[in-house]
């Protein structure tokens, strides 16, 4: 199969291309909607609102996630708000400044039209949000407060507590359950998506396994819309939850459709720290606490007193040092790698000295332990449950840890993968962040996605197309089937000595260590050496108990690990193949003097789109070359 | 499959049987039953509290409540219906509660819920058999027939000494005491309970309800359990 | 520390389950609860045993897939605490825990500790939401609303249906979870439209799942991980008398 990577931008200036696109896009006769059958995979923001408005446009659609229920997908641990650009508080912003921020935060490494699409929606999700009544937090006059968040010069995220993602969330499933109950939408929940169906080179169904009774199913549609998030999980400690997973978009992958650019992967600097080896997990906290915490170190290594009994003369505030106009505030990946830079010199503080402190002391001492109780006491409460300690009392210890990923399947603008009939929403897809993602931007981008773009553009596809659905009993269905159930087996009678989170865990730290917030060519490479082998051992050596004709949480984390095991290789490829450092994705070859990104746009203002070519075989790398017309390119400074 | 709200609408079913179907309904029952008899209850104890009054104001009261036979009885059928639609509900609120919840906890202590809550039906029952065993006494007289038939010098119904002559036994009088206790326990919940049932309660209105139930239940106690004490203490002759 | 763990094993929903006791060796208190869990799970998979099933997912105490009655006690002895945000740190050296799943008839168990709670989405189902669909919302601005009636309605909408509220109740009853959706959409003028339906409605397909009735006695409330409160309870009770003789009258 010949690949041609067409982005389909519409034509004209970049404020009317949305607007163009949707003018001349072909319609389906509302009384034929229900003749289509939509299969959406996921259910966090991008898939719950993408089924729920599909349904309620007429489509029939079918809706899998893997969690007991919609409402639990990791959208719902998104804390800090939703940007739009409203410009409610009359500071000057507009769709054009959310645009320019977004495109400018992401490095110059996203397309400008997709970019623009999304500032202009993000209007619109936040009146369709209120309609759901999902509670904002308002002012003393009843409207809409906005705070300033993630460095941004405007006020434009619009906040529910610290659970924003959770409110969003529920608004979608709530949106969604309207339409299980109207019957467009049929749920299909603890339901894991083990395969895509292609027919004639279109994605037609997909492939289940029943994750209560094990049975390996056939679902058929007129399309396929992937919603399954990020691949953070590849690291094994980040800040997703334990089920997120990269098994959907790779075995779509593995079907041949292309995965854009993923060594982008966000760090975030202000997570709880690992405090052992049997750590499942990451917690973040919310960045706004860099507002009023001074982070800092030990200057001497190996310094083991207790952080009271530092003075002030042995500490080094790192960042106020090195950023002194930004300080504590420097963006996330600048402060994320300062950190990891201290504690590889053998200054971080807390078990295993993966840790740097983040100091309340002094803005206690300045508003009193009252204000601080007001603006982070959920925080601190939080902290305190995981680690034990009070934060008014001694500094609190954080670490980056993983926290979102920009690479994913590659879209065209129309959101739909270079498989046609397979489209790709909210964090799955590689679109609109570009190299880094924006404090905020996510929930914008899943919403935006599911309620306004998706639905409008899957119709012209359907316009488009002559050949409908298959039957599940399709000859290419059974195949998959027998496939998936063939994989099943042999993972349940390896029966080795080591279990899947052994195999996690290395890998997990193999990636991090080699591919994580700072890589280089050595590095890498080293990962690529290590990874096949891993997987040979993994493949020889899994012990997965039980069977696969009930409930088995060990084969369902079998089937996942043994996806990231090769998407690992992924990532590190594309890393390696990166010769710059841009956003999420930093190579220490290529930094300023003061160890800032650089960027070679030159060479690199290009999607990467890999194409599989069969394990343990190098993929081919297409190119989409990137071109600004509104923006020009530029180095960002936060000295 | 779902319940629907409209397709309940367009039958003719009264409002009263869809109460009756619904667990908030059910519970509309139970606070409402559960009002009116407490509302008996006071009025009660401020009739048998003339036992203070002597001989003349009681016995004038016993007369008084007696003299309309159509107003007597409709109260007492009333009365009773309130009884035992109380006594239904319960019942079934019960058994769907049983239903719903199959299988008990191998550890631990119940969460947060108190002695009063936990035993309500149990204060309930018990209190059930106290009712019958006080109609027998006083109004029926299966227990001794003798005290429904003193009579006053003025030709009615001597409730005085009916009461007297009842409580000298001690045993029955700590049995009435007993019982009294159970009324408190099972008011101090239920009365509270029903504002909140009745969607009266709120945050603020809260711990008001809460006192509110507690104290009366405490003075219908205190006033209740005065009278065979008094009794047998000699202060009331 | 070491423990002694007493776990509810069973197979699926049709077998008959009972406790198994383990031990669990070398607890670091600085581990969760469900770490603690993985540990003893991985020594099971290593001597080819399976692992003792259980819900969980984020693990900051957010998306509501764990739940576990520890000594007991829905989601264990801390208040306001998920059972993945609860720490070792909260038990001794030689301590033997009783793990259970939920129990509730409308809460059938489909494994070991995981229990299947879709009926919570069945209620959702039938009117948990404002009936407004995509496009064509007014300016989010246009209706104003009092801030007191905006954090009324985030407290109530902070429930994350874990059913820890059944699973405290004595009488399995849902109400808390109930009465959380029908306050929050209830309170803001949003959701007001249609709040006579929905009320009806989620209280209808509530009895309808066979959860039982509310005695007031406030152990849901005690062991909700978000603090919902009892006066939602009220609220909907409130309501629901006044949709049903609206509804007669009408």
Known sequence: MSITLESKIPSGPVGIKWSKYKQDMKLINPANKRKYDVIVVGSGLAGASAAATLGELGYNVKCFCFQ???????????????????????????????????????????????????????????????????????????????????????????????????????????????????????????????????????????????????????????????????????????????????????????????????????????????????????????????????????????????????????????????????????????????????????????????????????????????????????????????????????????????????????????????????????EANFSDHGANRLGASALMQGLADGYFVLPQTIGGYFATQKNGKYSPDHAEFKQAEAEVRARTNRLLSIKGKRTVTEFHRELGKLMWDNVGMARTEASIKQALERIPALRQEFWENVNVPGSGDDLNPALEYAGRVADFLEFGELLAYDALQREESCGGHFREEYQTEDGEALRNDEKYAYVAAWEFKGTDQFPALHKEELTYEEIRMAQRSYK | MAASAESMQASSRGLILRLWRSSIGKKYVMAVTGLGLFGFVIIHLAGNLQIYLGPNAINAYGKLLKSNPAVLWSARFVLLAIVALHILTAIQLTKANRKARPVKYAAGKPVASTFAQRTIVISGLIILAFIIFHLGHFTIGFVDPQLLEYEDILGRHDVYRMMVTGFSNPIISIFYIISMGLLLLHLSHGVSSLFQSLGLRSKKTFGFFDKLAKGAALVLFLGNCSIPLSILLGIIK | MNLTLRVWRQKNAKTAGQFVTYQARDISSEMSFLEMLDVVNEELIKSGEEQIAFDHDCREGICGSCGLVINGTPHGPLAATTSCQLHMRFFKDG?????????????????????????????????????????????????????????????????????????????????????????????????????????????????????????????????????ITLDNIARMNRSYAKAIFKSKLS
């Open chain 3, 95 to 227: 301590d033997t825990i009783t793990i259970e799943p939920w129990r509730a008839a409308p809460f059938p168990v489909i494994k070991d500790l995981v229990v299947d709670r879709t009926a919570f989405d069945r209620i959702i189902q039938a009117g948990g939401y404002v009936s407004v669909s995509t496009g064509g919302a007014p300016d989010g601005n246009a209706v104003s609303i009092p801030k007191d009636d905006a954090d009324k309605a985030m407290d109530a909408a902070q429930c994350i249906g874990c059913g820890a509220c059944v699973a405290a109740c004595k009488n399995a009853s849902a109400m808390l979870f109930v009465s959380a959706k029908i306050s929050h959409l209830g309170l803001l003028p949003q959701g007001k439209v249609e709040a006579d339906h929905r009320v009806l409605n989620m209280v209808a397909q509530m009895d309808e799942e066979g959860f039982g009735n509310c005695t007031n006695t406030g152990s849901c409330e005690a062991a909700c991980p978000k603090e």
């Open chain 1, 68 to 426: 007991d229920s919609p409402r639990r997908a990791h959208s719902i641990a998104a804390q800090g708000g939703i940007n739009a650009a409203k410009n409610y508080r009359n500071d000057g912003d507009s769709i054009y400044r959310l645009f320019y921020d977004t495109i400018k935060g992401g490095d110059f490494r996203a397309r400008e039209a997709n970019v623009h699409r999304l500032a202009e929606v993000s209007v619109n999700i936040i009146d369709q949000c209120v309609a759901q009544g999902v509670p904002f937090a308002r002012e003393y006059g009843g409207l809409l407060d906005n705070r300033s968040f993630g460095g941004a010069q405007v006020s434009r995220t619009f906040y529910a507590r610290g659970q924003t993602g959770q409110q969003l969330l529920l608004g979608a499933y709530q949106a969604l359950s309207r339409q299980i109950y109207a019957g467009t939408v049929t749920m299909y929940p603890r339901t894991e998506m083990v395969d895509l169906v292609l027919i004639d080179g279109h994605a037609k169904g997909i492939i289940t396994r029943d994750l209560i009774t094990g049975a390996i199913e056939s679902h058929s549609g007129n399309a396929v819309v992937l919603a399954t998030g990020g691949y953070g999980n590849v690291f094994y400690l980040s800040t997703n939850a334990k089920g997120c997973n990269v098994t959907s978009t790779y075995r779509a992958y593995k079907k041949g459709a292309l995965f854009a650019n993923p060594c982008y992967t966000q760090i975030h600097p202000t997570c709880i720290p690992v405090s052992g080896d049997y750590q499942s997990k990451l917690t973040l906290m919310s960045e706004s606490l860099r507002n009023d915490g001074r982070v800092w170190v030990p200057k001497k290594e190996g310094d083991s007193r207790h952080p009271k009994d530092i003075p002030e003369g042995d500490r080094d505030y790192y960042l106020e040092r090195k950023y002194p106009s930004y300080g504590n505030l420097a963006p996330r990946d600048i402060a994320s790698r300062a950190a990891k830079q201290v504690c590889d010199e053998g200054r971080g503080v807390g078990p295993g000295g993966r840790g740097v402190y983040l100091d309340f002391s002094d803005a206690i001492q300045r508003f009193g332990q009252n204000k601080i109780e007001e603006r982070y006491g959920n925080l601190f409460e939080m902290y305190e449950r995981i680690t034990g300690e009070n934060a008014y009392d001694q500094p609190m210890r954080i670490y980056p840890a993983v926290h979102y990923t920009m690479g994913g399947l590659w879209v065209d603008y129309e959101l739909m993968s270079n498989i046609p009939g397979l489209f790709v929403i909210g």
